[in-house]
């Protein structure tokens, strides 16, 4: 731990921190899984932004349900957290040489959802 103490990482402001910790409500949930992109690979569990939008009725409350208990609980699950990593060939580059590719980690929706919430917070 004393080698973190000596990084100068940027930290949040109390305003930004405040923003974060409040309290999730459905309607904001559900705002951040409509403006996730369309069209993107899923992750591991294969379910993509458009069936959490296209369900939200029926799942939305599962959903916020399950990202209040991972708060609480210190985390998401590993199913959850799981990323699949795909290496993709670089434009024009040698498939033999391993600098010409380039990690894609492919997260589940539910965790993207997630992210966006709290990118949305900090806008």
């Not at 940027?10 to 409040?22: F, M, N, V, Y």
């Not at 904001?28 to 899984?33: G, P, S």
């Amino acid at each position: 731990m004393v080698f973190l103490n000596q990084l100068r990482l940027p930290q949040l402001s109390g305003t930004d921190s405040s923003h974060l910790e409040r309290p999730i409500l459905l309607e904001e949930l559900e705002k951040a899984a409509k403006t996730m992109q369309k069209g993107k690979s899923p992750g591991i569990d294969g379910i993509p932004p458009e069936f959490y939008v296209t369900f939200w009725e029926h799942l939305g409350p599962f959903l916020l349900d399950m990202i209040v208990f991972s708060i609480e609980r210190g985390g998401f699950s590993r199913d959850v957290n799981t990323a699949l990593i795909s290496l993709l060939l670089k434009k024009d580059k040698d498939p033999t040489d391993c600098s010409s590719y380039r990690p894609l980690s492919l997260l589940n929706s539910d965790l993207k959802i997630f992210a966006k919430l709290l990118a949305r917070r900090l806008e």
